[in-house]
């Protein structure tokens, strides 16, 4: 009887000891079942995107304030033009600064607020065709066109990562698993307001003989 009692306790141990390693070699298995790993992959995915997305933006914010300055020295009198980019670029480097970070719908919105108010100073190479020939002016349009191009292609690997993500949170099982991490649908990047999606992008090797028309207020 002696023998038993010391025993037990031992016996419990092993059986626990199994039961726990049992419990480590099946817990991937049932995260990977639920989608949880699925969810944080593709969340990830997306938060590195969109992180590449404000690098680009933040670069092209630093570089319009070089390129109107180069601007005023032909054409310091269209003030109305360099105050609506000045304007627009700090709508974008605010918003890229706010702390907690601002949404990607808005970042999309104040940089179509900034290539709209960079297109009117692009056209003035038609009223003041030394800038043509100006060596700062051709190497900050060179350098604003590729990050352009750079913020196009972050763009649609952002929506991209957000679509697969969005897409996944919504099926079964892992919309369960969603609710139960609190993991919400992802905002695309695209401007707010519909009106305006599909605005051309700034195009610093051909800009057209004449700003184009604001527009039409809104009722």
Request: aromatic share 6%; hydrophobic share 40%.
């Amino acid at each position: 009887m002696r023998t038993m009692t010391m025993d037990r306790p031992d016996t419990v141990r092993g059986a626990t000891a199994r039961w726990m390693r049992r419990v480590v070699l099946l817990l991937p298995l049932a995260l990977g079942a639920c989608g949880y790993n699925t969810i944080q992959t593709l969340d990830e995915s997306a938060a590195k995107s969109q992180k590449e997305i404000e690098v680009q933006l933040q670069r092209r914010a630093d570089l319009v304030p070089n390129l109107v300055a180069t601007v005023k020295g032909f054409a310091a009198q269209e003030s109305s033009i360099f105050i609506a980019v000045a304007q627009a670029q700090r709508g974008l480097t605010g918003a890229l600064a706010r702390p907690g970070g601002a949404s990607p719908a808005e970042l999309a919105t104040t940089n179509d607020a900034l290539s709209r108010a960079v297109i009117p100073m692009m056209t003035l190479v038609t009223s003041y065709p030394q800038l043509k020939s100006d060596a700062q002016f051709l190497r900050l349009q060179d350098e604003l066109t590729g990050t352009e191009n750079r913020i196009a292609v972050s763009r649609t690997d952002y929506n991209n990562s957000v679509n697969e993500y969005n897409s996944y949170i919504r099926k079964f099982p892992a919309v369960m698993t969603a609710k139960v991490l609190g993991s919400k649908s992802r905002e695309y990047f695209e401007v707010s307001d519909s009106a305006k999606r599909g605005a051309p992008v700034v195009d610093f090797n051909a800009a057209p003989a004449t700003a184009p028309a604001a527009p039409a207020a809104r009722p």
